[in-house]
């Protein structure tokens, strides 16, 4: 291992996907050793956090060495040349398996990339495997599927957040420095919540679902997991961009996310959602007091902070609960009403209401979406960005199947599913436990760069990229 690389960087495992990548162009960092590094410490602390249900280590170090070869002869595929990336497994990877974390799909081999997997391959990075997930990305974690539930690195006797848990996990605990989640209620956000690290959800229509296995059409989003705001740019400048193939696929000019990143708070006008958090969902004192520290932060660096009214969370949830419900219910039933067994308990649970809902709920729910679109966007044009809480409480323990049911609600992310804004959750501190606690921006329809650069300035000025789990 280079000693410059190591003095530098620290343990290669918690290097980022920016210096990493650099490394490797510059011929200062082999992608074997990069890898070798992932695979030792994926051997040893994934048996204890399941954040893998199919690791694909040989054709990962197989695809290292082949990077390695480009590299010397300066021939680099892209900008994340040689990095690993982990892989939610709702989402296609060619000759593996697409289990959705269960029996339903045990086995189901998928033939062909999902498209941002090709876009990440394109821009040369590895994938090392499958990530857990909650079932079909709906589920909580359970005891009763094929593959354990993933744990949450900060405390392995906590959860990790869903649906994307394994993504949010390995990240955390650094068994690769990126990964791919999906979000429809919140599940990429919820995860780099409870696991404090970066997750985005992009604006909708911006990162193509084809080879995604849905959950709901209107709903869904595919998007980036990493430990710092720069990496989760760059990550989204590859895998963003048009898919015709993709029905809810946006044509619209992608690129330039880091462009602003390091422009600071100054001058930006920051709209303060308190009623979700202190009238909504009143959320934990410690939540309270890290969103307020946030807060002081950001107008410390010169931002103009106003207090912002939306529709109440109560609202949004029921409306996305129906939508989700109802077109979740289009793809499930048919198993649900031949194959109820082969679901846990939770998925079951979660995906049947969607059997008694009406064709007029749904019509209702999707009218009543568009108010609340034109409400966030009236918001967003008198401030730059939102900031608002993204879960109420730190995560609760994993073998308490009564708190995950009153904590997994209890979050400001599904408002941004339902309008299809950009929002992206990070760490705004550590509570008394020791577990991250989250804030949440969102900003303009594809104006990610915005968030970007509001989240680097919080990540610069309270330093939450440098902090790490306690684990290994």
Not at 41 to 64: C, H, Q, S, W, Y
Not at 146 to 164: E, K, L, Q, T, Y
Not at 272 to 287: G, I, K, T, Y
């Amino acid at each position: 291992m280079n000693a410059a690389i190591e003095a530098g960087h620290g343990h290669l495992h918690y290097m980022t996907v920016a210096d990493a990548a650099h490394a490797i162009a510059t011929k200062e960092l082999s992608p074997v050793e990069l890898m070798q590094a992932h695979l030792a410490r994926i051997e040893k602390l994934d048996p204890t956090l399941n954040a893998f249900i199919r690791l694909d280590g040989e054709t990962a170090l197989a695809a290292a060495k082949v990077a390695e070869a480009e590299a010397t002869a300066g021939r680099l595929r892209g900008p994340l040349h040689g990095v690993p990336v982990g892989i939610k497994d709702i989402i296609d990877v060619a000759g593996l398996p697409t289990t959705c974390h269960s029996k339903i799909l045990d086995g189901n081999l998928a033939t062909a990339d999902a498209v941002c997997v090709s876009k990440l391959r394109a821009a040369g990075a590895i994938v090392v495997g499958k990530l857990s997930t909650h079932e079909f990305a709906v589920g909580g974690p359970s005891f009763d599927l094929p593959w354990p539930p993933a744990r949450n690195p900060w405390n392995p006797d906590h959860h990790p957040g869903g649906s994307s848990s394994g993504s949010g996990s390995g990240v955390a605990a650094g068994l690769f420095p990126m990964a791919l989640g999906t979000d429809t209620g919140g599940s990429v956000r919820n995860p780099a919540s409870c696991c404090g690290i970066v997750g985005l959800k992009p604006t909708y229509g911006l990162v193509s679902r084809r080879g995604v296995f849905p959950l709901s059409f209107t709903l869904d989003h595919v998007g980036p997991m990493t430990r710092t705001v720069t990496d989760n740019a760059l990550m989204l400048e590859a895998i963003a961009g048009h898919d015709p193939l993709d029905p809810g696929s946006a044509a619209v000019p992608t690129g330039h996310y880091r462009a602003a990143l390091d422009h600071g708070a100054k001058g930006l006008r920051i709209g303060f959602v308190r009623h979700f958090h202190e009238v909504d969902v009143p959320a934990d004192p410690e939540v309270t007091a890290a969103l307020e520290h946030v807060m002081r932060a950001l107008q410390m660096l010169g931002a103009d902070v106003r207090d912002i009214k939306l529709p109440s969370l109560v609202e949004f949830g029921a409306v996305n609960r129906v939508i989700m419900q109802s077109e979740a219910w289009a793809i499930h039933g048919e198993w649900l009403r031949t194959r109820p067994g082969d679901y846990g308990k939770l998925a079951r649970r979660r995906l049947m209401p969607g059997a008694f809902l009406a064709a007029g709920d749904y019509v209702t729910a999707n009218t009543r979406r568009a108010e609340m679109i034109a409400a966030v966007n009236a918001a967003l044009s008198e401030v730059d960005v939102l900031l608002c809480a993204s879960s109420m409480d730190p995560a609760c323990r994993i073998d308490r199947p009564a708190d995950v049911e009153r904590t997994y609600p209890r979050q400001a992310r599904t408002p941004f599913n339902v309008t299809g804004h950009p929002a992206l959750a990070m760490m705004s501190g550590l509570s008394s436990g020791g577990l991250p606690l989250s804030v949440q921006f969102a900003a303009r329809n594809f104006d990610e760069a915005m968030l970007f650069r509001v989240a680097r300035a919080w990540e610069q000025a309270s330093g939450m990229d440098k902090k790490h789990p306690p684990i290994g």
